[in-house]
């Protein structure tokens, strides 16, 4: 299982294959090789193949699927340390079968834990992200009475269900979602308390 080190922060640099991301020039098609993008810099290289930005529309398991399997097609040499955006079961498995080392889920492990049990059996750290709503509407007036509170509460039930299943704590990292649901005071007010969601 891969262990992130404790003692220093990492780059993670992402790989989009999509047309519509947030960030453009993270985007590829599918087929394109990458051993041409500079990815040296980077600890971890993020792939997805459904945008989440906010206003993006959803794509089918299938969609993503045969994204996925035209990059695994056309790049047989990867990064050594890969994370798979997605929260499609499906999508993860084919990755995780296929070199990927981390599931990064912007629905943290589904309402079911399905991604948490996918994880579980392969072994690998799961990305735990809260978001609030869907990427198509998640910035229509999202309020919080409390939003720490708010995010301990969602922390701490995913953490539970996550141990339940079998999951142990090197295999658990929390994303609070910065912009996912959030005003840009929400921003800052994750930011500004981060060390309670750390401990």
């Known amino acids: 299982m891969y262990r992130f080190p404790d003692n220093y ?3 993670m640099g992402i790989i989009n294959l999509t047309s ?9 098609d599918p087929s394109m090789k990458i051993n041409n993008i500079d990815y040296k810099y980077a600890d971890i290289v993020d792939v997805g193949c459904e945008s989440s930005r906010p206003g993006s ?35 993860a498995r084919l990755a995780l079968k296929n ?14 834990g399905e991604m948490l049990e996918i994880a579980s ?5 799961i990305i735990i992200m809260h978001m609030k709503g869907y990427p198509l509407t998640m910035q229509n007036k999202p309020y919080y009475d409390n939003i720490i509170d708010e995010l301990l509460y969602y922390f ?6 996550a141990k339940q299943i079998g999951l142990s704590d090197e295999q658990i990292i929390l994303d609070p979602g910065i912009g996912f649901g959030k005003r840009v005071v ?3 007010i994750v930011i500004n308390n981060i060390s309670k969601l750390k401990s």
């Not at 045969?66 to 929260?87: A, C, G, H, K, W």
């Not at 070199?99 to 079911?112: H, L």
């Open 156 to 161: 701490e039930n995913k953490i539970a269900l």
């Open 99 to 112: 070199g990927f080392n981390i599931i990064n889920d912007i629905k943290g492990g589904g309402e079911d």
């Open 186 to 188: 929400d921003n800052d």
């Open 121 to 125: 059996f392969f072994n690998c750290p």
């Open 57 to 91: 529309d959803p794509v089918s398991e299938k969609v993503e699927l045969e994204r996925l399997t035209q990059f695994l097609e056309n790049n047989q040499t990867l990064p050594n340390v890969l994370s798979i955006d997605t929260y499609k079961p499906a999508v």
């Open 20 to 28: 519509d991301s947030f960030y453009s020039e993270s985007c590829i």
């Open 9 to 11: 922060p990492l780059i």
